[in-house]
């Protein structure tokens, strides 16, 4: 919440403007006048961290709202239609999963061109397959409940039944995605950015200011340590968001019980109990 509030007033709380240069101060370390100091042009680190909030952020929310959104219809309808239809598309699914998230995030954006559309777009396609995939196995489990055969033999349409029957269903794991994947969409962003695929210069993203800082790495430790925390408390803060929100719309998905399905964590079964043989019966 402070971060995204942060994000939101960024223009009125920043101490000076992200873009502006001061060569009377660059790589200032930080000081009194410069909280997070100074990069090589002397622009203000602290006003550069906040503006990159709201462009990171925004890249989150809008690729996270727009692939996990595209993924669960994508689920409903194979989950509920079945059939060929669901074949193909699960093998479409296992392909975009086959490849890693930056991987393919990074082959699409160099294909459709930079810019903050095009980082959108890359990286709301890594998120499809998941969505689609979590969302597809609700809609298998719902389709067989009483009240939507009672849709069906009512007369609706297949869509209508989609709509008003199985979508509603799919509500609580659909923010339990979209949450938990924010985190991994400000990771990928951050990485395009330091790549030089990502949203380009003088837009100031936390990618961006890595990139910026990786010359003078050494010397000037704050230009990379202002923005990995911020990436990493950002990160942190979604991961614990998304947890809070499966345990509270859905208890049944707690780690503990998720560990148990996976076998993750399990320990070793008890050796059975020793059998003591009986004795002879034969004669003395």
């Avoid at 999963?97 to 930079?114: K, V």
Wanted: hydrophobic share 50%; charged share 15%.
């Amino acid at each position: 919440l402070i971060v995204v509030l942060v994000a939101l007033t960024a223009p009125w709380i920043a101490p000076r403007e992200p873009l502006k240069a001061d060569f009377r101060r660059m790589n200032n370390p930080p000081d009194a006048q410069s909280f997070f100091g100074t990069d090589q042009v002397g622009r203000d680190t602290l006003s550069r961290v906040m503006y990159g909030a709201r462009t990171s952020l925004f890249v989150a929310f809008s690729a996270v709202l727009l692939g996990t959104t595209v993924g669960s219809l994508w689920g409903v309808a194979c989950g509920y239609l079945g059939g060929r239809f669901d074949l193909v598309s699960q093998r479409i699914m296992e392909v975009l999963q086959a490849f890693p998230d930056l991987i393919l995030a990074m082959a699409i954006s160099m294909a459709i061109g930079t810019g903050l559309p095009a980082v959108i777009a890359a990286i709301a396609v890594t998120r499809i397959p998941f969505g689609g995939r979590v969302i597809r196995s609700v809609a298998i489990s719902v389709r067989e409940m009483p009240f939507v055969e009672a849709g069906r033999a009512a007369g609706a349409s297949q869509l209508r039944v989609m709509t008003l029957h199985v979508l509603p269903q799919c509500i609580a794991p659909y923010l339990v995605l979209a949450t938990t994947h924010l985190g991994v969409a400000i990771v990928i962003e951050a990485a395009l950015g330091f790549l030089g695929v990502g949203v380009p210069p003088p837009t100031p993203t936390w990618g961006n200011m890595l990139a910026d800082a990786i010359t003078g790495l050494i010397p000037h430790w704050w230009l990379v340590l202002f923005p990995g925390l911020a990436i990493t408390v950002t990160v942190l803060a979604f991961n614990l968001l998304g947890d809070g929100i499966r345990d509270t719309l859905d208890p049944k998905l707690s780690p503990a019980v998720l560990r148990l399905v996976t076998g993750a964590g399990r320990s070793a079964p008890a050796p059975a109990p020793a059998t003591v043989a009986k004795p002879s019966d034969a004669p003395a």
